[in-house]
């Protein structure tokens, strides 16, 4: 297919605006299914976690023919924490397709994506999504929108973008507001055309000796290591000889084994890839994220992927803990060292280091604390255990001074909890910057606080506002060191000796704080079972027993009734640790527990 027929676009927004949703739409009426195939929701979220979520983790990328052209379309996350995908993503197309929920408007995801794309002078298609909904107010989320591109100094150009209203559910785009709110017939026929139109076609010479950047990787159980990315410049035929360049040195001269271009989900051989397109190739192991493929005559190496710097770390190591290799078969420090280097080789936002304490622990920074919570679970479901330490933020040295990350928190809540919300940012070092109340009944807050200070708060949070309360954050740079954050209030209820936890313990216990423990639950020395009402800890016995006797008295034997425990995801377990604590992560269970097991 000629160049001019080829059209790479990234559909970008915030979590939950309905990116995955306006693909599967644009997949359905390109005619890639037939009329009675099965297809599941959301089919580009392929992965398990992403399903059950209910967000995207990893940018995939797909192809539909539409009047003899052919459009590459890229999914990417919406959540802050997985920024790098995003970044990446945007090296492979040439223009993007913005989305805003029609009732939420832009948020700091949708800052964040939007700064990137104008960054690297994407031509951007505006959609209004979810015109549906009851509380849809699209004239003044287009006002926000065209706000949003001055405060980020787009020029006169970069402002005059199509804008389109659809409904992704029902696959419906309208170019006018009016036909949208008619509800009129259900079509992306105008969406399709716009991206024809108005996204440019690839540049890249068909002539020039071939460039390709790898921005992607995967693996076939028949190849082997798959290097994805865009073709800039040349051909590229199967069994061909190419080089690999790594920071800007040849490294291998190999064949590529085989080639391959996409045709709606699946990945089809090819003898011969045209510059302009998305391919995958086979035949470089050694090929990883940022690298170029190009000419083996005349190699010249591309510039490569670039994405921010993480702002947290955290702790990994073996679990050493009494109850250690009772549920997982991936136990050592080699096997967790193997699995996080391999991480990092995929995840181009993500660092791995040695820990602080020698050999045995390993320091990983990421975005946030969702990106690390979704690379244990991914682990601890490969049959690791783990032990992990506290969050902790990366600090820089500007001029001579300790400076912090900053997060932009934007909020949305009920009136009547905006008190007890600023309240609590506000001791955590948080400015309020911006307070907007639209007449809904609901608040939107803009707070800028400390990374630090969000560290172990979107639990409280959630409690604060009876579970009605919408957060979002992120990165906008690094300030002065804030000075000391007030962390947990409470203190914990300590295991103080190795058993099962017993209903009558538990009872006696209850008074004291909320409990984590289950009766016949294993416990150890050291087991963090509930949080005290008070600040500092206590050791407890959760093991003790009933004492019996030949006396009995009428009503003394009666059943005893707990609370349910409150059990913590492994997202609130995160959060919720404090210094001298750590988290044991297996294939079944999370625990927390002291650092250092006996009292002191």
Not at 220 to 238: C, H, T
Not at 414 to 422: A, K, N
Not at 455 to 461: L, S
Request: contains cysteine; glycine residues 8%.
């Amino acid at each position: 297919m000629k160049t001019t027929k080829i059209r790479n676009v990234a559909i970008i927004a915030h979590v939950d605006h309905g990116k995955t949703t306006l693909v599967d739409a644009l997949l359905w009426q390109s005619g890639l299914f037939r009329d009675n195939q099965t297809v599941r929701e959301r089919v580009m979220d392929s992965l398990d976690l992403e399903r059950e979520k209910g967000i995207t983790i990893m940018a995939k990328n797909t192809s539909v023919v539409y009047s003899g052209y052919k459009i590459n379309i890229v999914d990417t996350p919406g959540h802050a924490d997985f920024g790098g995908e995003v970044e990446r993503t945007l090296t492979m197309v040439d223009g993007a397709l913005l989305l805003v929920d029609s009732s939420e408007g832009p948020l700091p995801q949708t800052r964040f994506v939007l700064q990137k794309a104008l960054a690297r002078r994407l031509p951007i298609i505006c959609v209004v999504n979810k015109i549906d909904r009851q509380d849809r107010r699209p004239k003044e989320v287009l006002d926000e929108i065209y706000s949003l591109f001055i405060d980020l100094d787009a020029d006169d150009d970069q402002v005059e973008f199509p804008v389109f209203y659809t409904n992704a559910k029902i696959g419906a785009a309208y170019p006018d507001l009016d036909q949208a709110l008619e509800a009129g017939p259900a079509s992306l026929e105008c969406l399709f055309q716009a991206i024809i139109d108005h996204i440019p076609a690839p540049n890249g010479d068909p002539e020039a000796p071939a460039q390709f950047l790898v921005t992607n990787l995967d693996w076939s159980d028949y190849v082997g290591r798959l290097a994805i990315g865009p073709l800039r410049r040349g051909r590229l035929k199967s069994g061909g000889e190419v080089a690999l360049i790594k920071d800007g040195q040849v490294v291998l001269r190999s064949p590529i084994k085989v080639l391959y271009t996409y045709r709606g989900l699946q990945r089809v051989e090819t003898d011969v890839a045209e510059a302009g397109d998305i391919i995958a190739l086979a035949g470089l192991p050694d090929a990883f994220i940022g690298d170029t493929v190009a000419d083996s005559v005349s190699p010249e190496a591309l510039p490569t992927v670039v994405v921010d710097e993480p702002t947290l770390t955290m702790e990994f190591s073996a679990n050493s803990s009494p109850l250690a290799g009772r549920e997982g078969q991936n136990l050592t420090s080699r096997q967790i060292r193997a699995r996080l280097e391999k991480e990092a080789l995929y995840n181009v936002s993500i660092r791995i280091s040695q820990g602080d304490d020698g050999g045995e622990v390993f320091k990983v920074a990421a975005r946030g604390e969702l990106q690390l919570a979704v690379l244990v679970e991914t682990m601890r479901r490969e049959g690791f255990e783990l032990t992990l330490g506290p969050p902790r933020i990366i600090v820089k040295q500007i001029d001579g001074c300790d400076h912090e990350p900053l997060e932009l928190v934007v909020i949305d809540v009920p009136e009547q909890y905006v008190g007890v919300v600023t309240e609590k940012l506000t001791s955590r070092r948080g400015k309020v910057v911006k307070l907007a109340n639209h007449g809904s009944g609901r608040v939107r807050l803009e707070i800028e606080t400390p990374t630090r200070g969000l560290v172990g708060y979107r639990g409280q949070f959630m409690t604060d506002t009876r579970g009605s309360g919408l957060i979002n954050t992120i990165n906008i740079g690094y300030v002065p060191w804030q000075g000391p954050i007030m962390g947990r209030a409470n203190g914990s209820l300590v295991a103080d000796r190795q058993g099962a936890a017993v209903t009558y313990a538990l009872f006696h216990l209850q008074p004291r704080g909320s409990i984590f423990a289950s009766p016949g639950e294993p416990v150890y020395q050291g087991l963090i079972i509930g949080e005290n009402s008070r600040s500092e800890d206590i050791w407890v016995n959760p093991c003790k027993e009933k004492k019996l006797t030949n006396i009995r008295a009428s009503g003394s034997d009666e059943a005893l009734r707990l609370t349910p425990p409150r059990k913590h995801s492994l997202e609130e377990a995160i959060e919720y640790i404090r210094d001298d604590e750590v988290l044991e992560v297996t294939p079944k269970s999370v625990r927390i527990r002291k650092k250092v097991l006996t009292p002191k």
